[in-house]
C-alpha cells in the first residue's frame, strides 16, 4: 500500500572471482561484499560490480538485485546455519522485510534514486554451488522467496540505514511470487500471459514470454474451412 517502506541494510558488490561450478571453473560475480558509505546507483547498477554471465544477469532491467534478510533468515533456519551474510544470495540490497504483495512495476524511491521492480530471480547452478548443494535449485524455487530484480529509473545514491519508500504498482500487474511461479510451472493460462506483458517486466522475461503468447495464440487459431 502506499507509504509502506523498507530499509536499507547493506549495498554488496563482486570483483571477479574463480569458483567450480560442477566440472567447470567460472569467474562469477556472486560472491558480493558490504561496502561502506554512500553508493552510486546508475541505469547500469552499481559501477565496478562484476558481472560473470551477461546472458542471463545484469544489464538496466536487471541492474540490481534485492534480497530481503527476512528471508536470509528463514533460509539460514532451513539450511542450519547460525546466520547467513548480506550478499551471500547474490543481492546488491540486502533490505529487511518486503512489503505486502510485492508487484512487477512497483517503485521504490529514496531521494533522487528510482527503482521499479522487474521480475523475480531465476535461481542457477552457481546459487547451488555456493549453498553447497547440488539440488539447492529446487529447494528456492519450492519455498518461493526469490527475491526481485530491478531497473534504475533515476540515478541516485544510496548508503546502508536508508529507507526505500514504495509506489504501489497497478493491481492488474501480477506479484513477483505469481510470476516466480508461473515461470516454473508453464500453465497454460494466456490470461496471466498477457497481465504480464502489460507490466514493466524485464527484457528476457518479456521475449519468452512473447514466443509463448505468439504459439498459445497459434494453437487456439481456428482451422481453416475446408
Known amino acids: 500500500m502506499q507509504g509502506d517502506s523498507i530499509q536499507v541494510l547493506a549495498i554488496s558488490t563482486a570483483q571477479a572471482q574463480n569458483f567450480t561450478v560442477g566440472q567447470r571453473t567460472l569467474r562469477t560475480g556472486h560472491f558480493k561484499q558490504p561496502q561502506a558509505?554512500?553508493?552510486?546507483?546508475?541505469?547500469e547498477g552499481i559501477a565496478?560490480?562484476?558481472?560473470?554471465?551477461?546472458?542471463?544477469?545484469?544489464?538496466?532491467?536487471?541492474?540490481?538485485?534485492?534480497?530481503s534478510q527476512a528471508d536470509a533468515d528463514w533460509w539460514a533456519n532451513e539450511l542450519d546455519r547460525t546466520a547467513l551474510p548480506a550478499g551471500f544470495f547474490g543481492e546488491n540490497l540486502t533490505i529487511?522485510?518486503?512489503?505486502?504483495?510485492?508487484?512487477?512495476?512497483?517503485?521504490?524511491?529514496?531521494?533522487?534514486?528510482?527503482?521499479?521492480?522487474?521480475?523475480?530471480?531465476?535461481?542457477?547452478?552457481?546459487?547451488a554451488a555456493r549453498v553447497g548443494d547440488a539440488g539447492f535449485a529446487k529447494s528456492f524455487v519450492k519455498a518461493e522467496r526469490p527475491g526481485a530484480y530491478v531497473r534504475v529509473l533515476q540515478s541516485g545514491e544510496i548508503k546502508a540505514g536508508d529507507s526505500l519508500q514504495v509506489q504501489p504498482a497497478s493491481e492488474a500487474f501480477p506479484t513477483v511470487v505469481e510470476?516466480?511461479?508461473?515461470?516454473?510451472?508453464?500453465?497454460?493460462?494466456?490470461?496471466f500471459v498477457q497481465r504480464t506483458l502489460a507490466a514493466p517486466v524485464a527484457s528476457r522475461m518479456r521475449a519468452e514470454l512473447e514466443e509463448l503468447a505468439a504459439r498459445q495464440a497459434k494453437e487456439t487459431q481456428p482451422l481453416p474451412g475446408i
Open 96 to 127: 529487511d522485510d518486503w512489503w505486502p504483495a510485492v508487484r512487477v512495476g512497483d517503485r521504490l524511491q529514496c531521494g533522487d534514486l528510482l527503482l521499479e521492480i522487474t521480475g523475480p530471480r531465476i535461481p542457477c547452478a552457481t546459487l
Open 48 to 67: 565496478g560490480d562484476f558481472i560473470g554471465n551477461p546472458k542471463h544477469h545484469g544489464g538496466p532491467d536487471q541492474a540490481l538485485y534485492l534480497y
Open 37 to 43: 558509505g554512500a553508493v552510486d546507483i546508475g541505469t
Open 179 to 191: 510470476l516466480y511461479r508461473f515461470w516454473h510451472t508453464r500453465r497454460q493460462d494466456a490470461s
